[in-house]
């Protein structure tokens, strides 16, 4: 099993960055990871996916030009970068294993992940 911790969350204004990591422990870091997000009374959804290599990629709309995912597999440690925030990207964000996802050009589902982090907030203001 992966433990997954998630870091770099913050308060940041409209227009603004952060960029979130995900360091993994445990067990063989040869999956693909991805990340989600959960804002207050809606369900999780995904963002943005890696494979193992770190060369392919794949968004959600929402985030597509605006967010990058990428992977150090020397540090275990997986990226979130997000440019041009908007109050609607306010949301817990969450990373997670994805042993079950090779497409690439369709969203993962639910069931195509394994092991979750505990989340960190990202809170923008208008």
């Known amino acids: 099993q992966v433990q997954l911790v998630e870091s770099g969350g913050g308060l940041v204004q409209a227009g603004g960055s952060l960029r979130l990591s995900c360091a993994a422990s445990?067990?063989?870091?040869?999956?693909?990871m991805g990340w989600f997000r959960q804002a207050p009374g809606k369900e999780r959804e995904f963002v943005a996916i890696v494979n193992w290599s770190g060369r392919t990629t794949y968004y959600s709309d929402p985030v597509k030009g605006r967010f990058t995912i990428s992977r150090d597999n020397v540090k275990n440690t997986v990226y979130l970068q997000m440019n041009s925030l908007k109050p609607d990207d306010t949301a817990v964000y969450y990373c997670?294993?994805?042993?079950?996802?090779?497409?690439?050009?369709?969203?993962?589902?639910?069931?195509?992940?394994?092991?979750w982090g505990q989340g960190t907030q990202v809170t923008v203001s208008s």
């Open positions: 445990g067990r063989t870091f040869s999956y693909a």
């Open positions: 997670a294993t994805a042993p079950r996802y090779s497409d690439y050009v369709s969203p993962p589902q639910m069931a195509d992940f394994g092991s």
